[in-house]
């Protein structure tokens, strides 16, 4: 069974714009992992400020190779600062699973 996972992220106001686009190169090179079977960023239309990536992943060995990958370690110092809290994590499973 595949790992979903989604995690909202509060976004400070001034920086949304360098967010968006450091989202966008993470999807893009994110996708070529053989083990990303989904991973998408939207923007709320509720909530002006808030990103929200969606994951879903093979399995936890997928995960941990995408975590120490170069790319997400420059995707992070490029948030840096750009988030009003810690991101909301929620790794899912289905109702009744």
Known sequence: MSIEITVVFDVVPDRME?????F???CAATR???GALRF??????EHANTVVL????????AIDLH????????FLAEVDGAFARPAQ???????GG
């Open 18 to 22: 360098p967010v968006v686009a450091a």
């Open 24 to 26: 966008g190169k993470l």
């Open 32 to 34: 070529k992992e053989e």
């Open 40 to 45: 998408d960023a939207f923007r709320s239309e």
């Open 54 to 61: 969606v994951e879903e992943w093979a399995d936890q060995e």
């Open 67 to 74: 975590m120490k990958e170069a790319y997400v370690a420059g």
């Open 89 to 95: 994590v929620h790794r899912l499973r289905p109702l």
